[in-house]
């Protein structure tokens, strides 16, 4: 009998000669060892370890967007990984290993994005994809950024001075002389737009929308994402209709 455990086999095995009456039992414990660059420790492993490659991975909140995990910079825990060799999962310290992953000319380890508790953080891929060595463990850093999301609010101001939600209207929020990000407002004149990165964004209508319908904005409209994203509550517009 053999159970494959998750970091050692264990065998059981026995024998019985009929002629001498001789029996025996042997309980065997297989392991390996595997350098975990992340902790700076070998840790143990699956028997065979070494005869594949395998990858390190580091999880974070990377608050300012560079990619690389600052001192400061928290650190997400019970990512799961999936590869060929089974499922890994970060820990409390965001770390992951993940081994036996061959020496073929290709190796993918994937992120599944619904063992991020945050709903707020986004994944910079799907996938880890990269070639691997037999005895060599890929040290890698996972960057998770901050996201937002906004509840815009349009309402049409009418010459009495009434107002109501304006529906199936097209806005976009822009930085930097780019769109971002755009959606369109429900019957009752609300639209969410999320995956917003942190910063300040100018809201606007679709400027063909605009043109055609002659609609404006009373008021210029900002909306901010803060550095750690999240909810970024109500914003609300007012539009007028340009009859000239």
Do not use: K
């Not at 880890?128 to 101001?157: D, I």
């Not at 606007?204 to 055609?212: M, Q, V, Y």
């Not at 904005?217 to 609300?236: H, K, M, N, Q, R």
Request: with cysteine.
């Amino acid at each position: 009998l053999t159970w494959r455990l998750a970091a050692c086999d264990v065998s059981l095995t026995g024998g019985y000669a009929t002629g001498t009456g001789y029996a025996q039992a042997l309980l065997r414990f297989s392991m390996g060892a595997l350098f975990d660059p992340l902790e700076g420790r070998y840790r143990l492993a699956r028997p065979g370890a070494a005869t594949g490659g395998a990858l390190a991975l580091q999880a974070f909140v990377d608050a300012n967007g560079d990619g690389r995990r600052q001192a400061d910079e928290s650190p997400v825990p019970g990512v799961v990984a999936d590869s060929s060799s089974g499922v890994a999962t970060a820990d409390a310290d965001g770390r992951l290993l993940v081994a036996e992953l061959g020496d073929a000319t290709h190796a993918r380890v994937g992120i599944r994005a619904e063992s991020i508790e945050d709903p707020y953080l986004r994944l910079p891929a799907d996938a880890l994809e990269f070639q691997p060595r037999a005895g060599r463990v890929v040290l890698a850093e996972l960057p998770l950024q901050p996201t937002g999301e906004v509840q815009v609010r349009l309402f049409l101001r009418d010459a009495a001075g009434g107002e109501r939600g304006l529906s199936a209207v097209q806005v976009q929020l822009w930085r930097d002389g780019a769109t971002v990000a755009a959606g369109r407002t429900e019957f009752d004149g609300t639209v969410v737009v999320d995956g917003l990165p942190p910063g300040r964004y100018e809201l606007r209508i679709d400027p063909a929308l605009e043109a055609r319908l002659g609609l404006r904005l009373l008021e210029p409209v900002g909306v901010t994402i803060p550095a750690w994203g999240g909810y970024a509550g109500d914003v609300i517009a007012r539009v007028a209709i340009d009859r000239r």
